[in-house]
């Protein structure tokens, strides 16, 4: 009888050991990109959460910070307050004025295209917002959602950002691997990982330590309490959305700092025109967002150059980045309200 019952134990352990490999293999062959697939990506940045595996250049190059540290900490942290912030030498006065500032998201190849349009018109008021824990990702997936093969969506490489390529721009915060920092609202430790990290690594490229940020997925993957730990446990004291205002008004809080409009809106010059016209009574702000793979989706390059030229060339008009407009109101806007 021992025996038996023996026997009939080491079969069920065989049984279940074959039933939890069946169930991994099933889990491992349908992993999707990592972060919060509970809500529909927008429209704007459909591949944040619904990109795949095979999706995903191998060959990518992965940094120290993301193959190592899973606890939240780089191992080589940097003294956010002993590290040289990006700052102005425009000074706040008593008469209102006219800011524009400009920005685009993840660093990737197109914004080679653009950083020569800005210096076709000696302009630098521009802040790219990269992902230092993706560097050199191929995310093959934005063709494909848009049914344009021709339309690319690659990453520069660390080799490539050492090179020099933002020299002159203002460059910040778009966390390590653009994933929903909403899905951290119970650790913060994975705040400080997607966070400073990605703000360590583009010190170390940069000499600059950001204090800005663009918000993966944008307001849709953001909670009261995310942007609180992001205050708490991070450098970052600006982060901006993607939901446009269409208006002048300056932010009432910089840690939701929402974009007046984005280059693919269809009426972005219309913006421009009626920015330059309107009279300044007060502190007026034109802000402006997008990817650079959207310049090709619309083929729209010609009217980045034509808004950069009519804001270099109004009188009434300064241009900043976003963090030095930041650096400007920090003491009349909060960060967090």
């Not at 307050?81 to 004025?97: C, M, Q, S, W, Y």
């Not at 950001?210 to 004291?237: F, H, Q």
Request: proline content about 4%; hydrophobic content about 35%; aromatic content about 12%.
């Amino acid at each position: 009888m021992r025996k038996l019952i023996a026997l009939s134990l080491i079969i069920i352990s065989l049984l279940t050991f074959c039933a939890c490999g069946a169930v991994s293999e099933i889990y491992s062959s349908t992993l999707t990109y990592e972060g919060d697939t509970s809500e529909p990506a927008p429209e704007y940045d459909v591949y944040l959460n619904d990109l795949k595996r095979e999706d995903i250049d191998e060959d990518a190059e992965t940094p120290v910070s993301v193959q190592a540290e899973e606890n939240g900490d780089s191992g080589n942290e940097i003294d956010a307050e002993a590290a040289p912030l990006t700052d102005t030498e425009i000074v706040n006065g008593p008469k209102p004025r006219k800011f524009f500032t400009i920005c685009f998201d993840d660093g990737i190849t197109q914004d080679m295209k653009i950083i020569e349009i800005f210096k076709k018109y000696g302009f630098n008021s521009c802040t790219f917002f990269i992902n230092t824990g993706l560097y050199g990702a191929n995310w093959k997936q934005i063709g494909k959602v848009y049914n344009r093969p021709d339309v690319t969506h690659i990453r520069f490489t660390k080799k490539e950002l050492e090179s020099g390529i933002y020299n002159g721009f203002d460059v910040a915060v778009h966390t390590l691997t653009h994933k929903s920092l909403k899905a951290y609202d119970k650790n913060p430790k994975g705040i400080r990982r997607e966070v400073a990290n990605d703000a360590e690594n583009i010190f170390e490229i940069t000499g600059v330590y950001p204090v800005g940020m663009a918000w993966p997925g944008g307001e849709n993957d953001v909670t009261e309490t995310t942007k609180k730990l992001v205050y708490e446990n991070t450098s970052i004291r600006f982060a901006r959305g993607a939901e446009s205002t269409y208006s002048f008004e300056l932010p009432t809080e910089f840690l939701m700092w929402q974009p007046t409009c984005s280059v693919r809106d269809a009426e972005v010059l219309t913006y421009a025109r009626r920015f330059i016209e309107s009279d300044c009574t007060e502190n007026m702000l034109f802000f402006v967002w997008g990817h650079g793979y959207e310049l090709d989706l619309d083929d729209s390059y010609d009217m980045l150059d034509e808004l950069i030229q009519m804001m270099t060339e109004a009188d009434d008009v300064e241009c900043v980045t976003s963090t030095e407009f930041y650096q400007l109101f920090k003491d009349q806007i909060p960060s967090l309200k």
